[in-house]
């Protein structure tokens, strides 16, 4: 069974640049989240789907930062336009739900911005 | 104080040691915990899970939860290098989950 596949794994654009990354979850697997990774923490959610529904959406900044889930299945996540202070690494992960379910990553994707 | 603790300092151990984490938290309705293993430019993976108080073994990796003292810990036995990982604890209420900030160990051979 395949697992989540982000692409790309690594970024470098230049600030003010914009950036989008994609995910493709689990199949079947209705809840989607996008993690934000700083170096030496812990991941921090940025945004979850049930299905092609946001429902915590509270700690995206939404000012620079947008997210779809077209029918419910793969996500991208957009910045627009970077900031030095992006440089992260962005995971999405998938579960079965919120409550039950083991979440699954992906490897991530890497950004740099210069 | 942060929903979930987690010292984040490194740890070396050399190989064969018992390795000993763990996280505190604040969050009574946090009811699930779940320690997540993360190798180098690697995602997270899944590595104990447990939702009562108590001890849960497997392998040679052991979860403690004492929901009272809202504390819980991991123990690796026999480390190996290839433990050598961030560890992160997760904890998760019905509508929300929470990551520590992760212990980097470094097992030695």
């Known amino acids: 069974e395949a697992g989540v596949v982000q692409s790309p794994r690594y970024k470098i654009i230049e600030k003010k640049q914009p950036v989008a990354f994609w995910c493709n979850p689990i199949?079947?697997?209705?809840?989607l989240y996008w993690y934000l990774q700083n170096l030496g923490q812990g991941p921090e959610l940025l945004i979850r789907?049930?299905?092609?529904?946001?429902?915590?959406d509270s700690q995206l900044p939404k000012d620079r930062f947008s997210a779809e889930r077209l029918k419910g299945v793969d996500s991208t996540l957009k910045i627009q336009p970077a900031e030095l202070g992006d440089s992260a690494v962005y995971l999405c992960a998938s579960s079965l739900g919120l409550v039950d379910g083991e979440l699954f990553f992906g490897e991530g994707s890497r950004l740099t911005v210069l | 104080q942060k929903e979930v603790e987690q010292d984040p300092g490194p740890l070396s151990v050399p190989e064969g040691a018992i390795v000993s984490l763990n996280c505190t938290y604040s969050?009574?309705?946090?009811?699930?915990f779940m320690w997540y293993r993360q190798y180098s430019r690697k995602g997270p993976e899944l590595l104990m899970y447990t939702y009562s108080s108590g001890n849960k073994e497997d392998g040679r990796f052991t979860a403690q939860v004492d929901k009272s003292s809202k504390y819980i810990s991991l123990f690796i036995r026999d480390s190996q290098p290839s433990d050598s990982a961030t560890y992160l604890c997760a904890m998760r209420s019905t509508n929300r989950l929470a990551f520590g900030k992760g212990n980097q160990v470094v097992v030695i051979p």
């Open positions: 789907y049930e299905n092609e529904e946001a429902v915590d």
């Open positions: 969050n009574s309705a946090f009811q699930y």
């Open positions: 199949s079947g697997h209705n809840t």
